[in-house]
């Protein structure tokens, strides 16, 4: 049975389509991260998969449960870890699982049960007493993570688990999420940090308004979609570098300041440019950024 | 759309006491300061109005000003407790605060979260009524086992006008609405429901308009318990009250399904 089923799901709100006719699907155990800049439709594909908004067309279950007609039952085997942190700020770490676990109908008894082997895997053993007011960015993140395995969830739904975190932070969360991928957990991921998602992710759906442009392991659609080597161009007039070194190039891309050259050989790009005066180069293999440039013809950070 | 109306009603008896267990421990930790509060606002009341005004006011339906406005004073705060509580706090917990929203990832409805904040509203709202009706005993305004049943009142009071609020605070975009709300219809409501004069001193329009207000059922109720009057229309006034609660529950939920789960 599949953990995540998107068959044909469309979703507008007044006449604007936040998704578009989406199908996509997990299976247990896999990580599959939803790529796309703001206003992609990532946060609103999570909130359908919750039941907390009903889809216009198509059809969503979770393990079989069809969603949102019994929305309940499925919320029973998910953890979310929102984009934006909905901890009980009044609360210390420990009421934070108490009152959630009793969301899920669990005992005092049950929780406190459970609640050492988060606090552990959340490095947050030391924390237990501190009011949530008084832990850091990625403490909270991680407190909110702790938070959403307490119903021992099969499937966990995270809506940029680590947007606004420090490098350090983030990198903390990464590692906890792989041990989690470990074990057997299935992730549903939406980020628009390509580094997270090259990372964490078996298969990225890479969305742009509502629909989905493109599917694939993260190295296949980076392959599949580029192919060659990378030279980022800094300074200089980008139109007349452009023409300088079209001949040598497979194809070249223009964002903001800096000229994408996307070579085979990128040396012979390299030669044509080392002659230009104030300009800065940088030769480097292709990303997810690149696929996300191809495909939209515009960068993902917004 | 059968399921739209599922994720509005309780998915169980019991769901939402793990909400009204969440309010509880947030207040448990400011309850010195609540209740002292609670205390505090009858006792100014009492004496700033019941003696001040009761001097020149002399007796009122044959007993003392003070200890008529007493009976007026525990249904209004049973009113503006749970009215506070729910258009206040709730609507922060539903917005801002962000509390709800981790609450509709659990095994909660929204029914259950609406069933758990309106049983706390009605909480409060015995609270501060039980100080009131504590305080009135205790001058000897009203007789010790009449809080008895005063109390069950107060609480059915607290949870008809934690029923209307959160209609209120499904409707409202923001903050200044709510303001609307105490002003425009708690303040004109207080006036004409018979808690600081009785319903009689008002032209008979007016008398009209109150026989359909809660807080009219409420202190009618209350006064006659906490006076040990015989209670008339006793049916009528827990059937109002009690219609209080339960239609604009229904009704705040479908609202706030609309408002949260677009």
């Known amino acids: 049975m599949v953990a995540i089923d998107f068959v044909g799901v469309t979703k507008s709100y007044g006449k604007r389509v936040v998704v578009d006719g989406m199908s996509f699907t997990v299976?247990?155990?896999e990580c599959l991260g939803l790529l796309g800049p703001n206003g992609a439709g990532k946060s609103t594909i999570t909130r359908l998969l919750l039941g907390m908004a009903t889809p216009d067309a198509g059809e969503i279950t979770v393990f079989g449960v069809p969603v949102p007609a019994r929305a309940r039952l499925a919320r029973g085997r998910i953890g979310v870890v929102p984009q934006f942190d909905n901890l009980d700020h009044r609360f210390t770490v420990r009421e934070n699982l108490l009152v959630f676990?009793?969301?899920?109908g669990m005992s005092k008894r049950e929780v406190e049960a459970v609640s050492p082997s988060l606090l552990e895997f959340a490095r947050l053993e030391n924390k237990a007493d501190a009011r949530v007011a008084e832990l850091s960015g990625g403490m909270k993140r991680r407190l909110t993570l702790a938070r959403a395995l307490i119903n021992d969830p099969q499937l966990l739904v995270m809506d940029e688990p680590t947007t606004g975190l420090d490098p350090q932070a983030r990198h903390l969360i990464w590692e906890r999420l792989r041990s989690l991928l470990a074990r057997g957990k299935t992730i549903l991921l939406t980020t628009h940090f390509m580094e997270e998602a090259e990372r964490l992710c078996d298969r990225l759906c890479v969305l742009e308004q509502g629909r989905k442009i493109a599917e694939g392991r993260p190295h296949a659609l980076i392959d599949e979609q580029i192919g060659c080597q990378v030279v980022e161009v800094y300074g200089g007039n980008p139109h007349e570098l452009r023409s300088l070194v079209k001949p040598y190039a497979q194809r070249i891309e223009l964002s903001g300041e800096t000229l994408f050259c996307y070579?085979?050989?990128?040396?012979?790009?390299?030669?044509?440019?080392r002659g230009v005066a104030g300009l800065r180069l940088l030769q480097r293999p292709p990303n997810l950024e690149d696929v996300f440039l191809r495909l939209t013809g515009r960068e993902m950070k917004d | 759309m059968t399921e739209g109306y599922m994720a509005v009603m309780p998915a169980n008896a019991w769901n939402w006491v793990a909400v009204w267990r969440r309010n509880y421990l947030a207040w448990k930790k400011i309850a010195l300061a609540a209740v002292l509060g609670n205390l505090a606002e009858p006792m100014i009341s009492l004496f700033a109005l019941g003696f001040g005004l009761g001097i020149m006011i002399g007796r009122v339906e044959g007993t003392s000003y003070v200890a008529f406005l007493a009976a007026g004073m525990a249904a209004v705060s049973a009113m503006t407790s749970a009215t506070y509580e729910t258009i206040y706090s709730t609507f922060a917990r539903m917005g801002g605060e962000r509390t709800w929203e981790a609450m509709l990832c659990t095994q909660l409805t929204l029914g259950d979260i609406v069933l758990g904040e309106l049983a706390w509203?009605?909480?409060?709202?015995l609270l501060a009524g039980t100080a009131i009706t504590l305080v009135a005993a205790t001058l000897g305004y009203a007789s010790w086992p009449s809080l008895l049943y005063a109390l069950p009142v107060i609480a059915l009071t607290?949870?008809?006008f934690a029923s209307l609020a959160m209609i209120v605070a499904a409707l409202a975009p923001?903050?200044?609405f709510l303001v609307f709300y105490q002003t425009l219809v708690l303040t004109p409501m207080l006036f004409l429901s018979g808690a600081v004069f009785p319903v009689g001193q008002m032209p008979?329009?007016?008398?009209?308009?109150?026989?359909?207000?809660p807080l009219a059922h409420s202190v009618d109720l209350i006064r006659s318990v906490m006076l040990s009057r015989p209670a008339e229309s006793l049916g009528l006034h827990v059937t109002t009250l009690c219609?209080?609660?339960v239609l604009p529950f229904f009704l705040s939920a479908a609202l706030l399904r609309r408002r949260l789960m677009r």
């Open chain 2, 243 to 245: 219609i209080y609660a």
């Open chain 2, 158 to 160: 607290g949870l008809a």
């Open chain 1, 263 to 273: 070579a085979p050989d990128p040396e012979q790009v390299l030669t044509q440019l």
């Open chain 2, 174 to 176: 923001n903050y200044d």
């Open chain 2, 121 to 125: 509203a009605g909480t409060k709202s």
């Open chain 2, 204 to 213: 008979g329009a007016f008398q009209q308009v109150s026989s359909l207000l």
């Open chain 1, 101 to 104: 676990g009793r969301y899920f």
């Open chain 1, 27 to 29: 299976a247990p155990g």
